[in-house]
């Protein structure tokens, strides 16, 4: 694994820890997943990931549902709704 983990406290006390690199990979801004809803990436506009991509650089709140982090290799669009990570922290 490369450069940690993002650790969830869900309401209630339980708790997930979900690797970055798993976290990139999941990746839900249109750049590398295209329109929700989609488990394909378009051809041709999949991201190029290197070790800076799995690196974080900084994580905001969006309002109170989601979360943005910002990647190392600049990469910063993906908005991950609190929803989502828990679909992601399931299929660990
Ligand atoms: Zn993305």
Sequence with gaps: MIGGELAIRWPGGQESYLSLEMVRRHC???????????????????????????????LQRVGGY??????EDGHGTGIYSWDYLRKIAKEL
């Design 28 to 58: 839900p801004c249109a750049a590398c997943c295209g329109e929700p809803g989609l488990t394909r990436p378009i051809p041709g506009v999949e991201m190029k990931l290197s070790q800076e991509s799995f690196r974080l650089k900084g």
């Design 66 to 71: 989601a979360i943005q982090p910002t990647w």
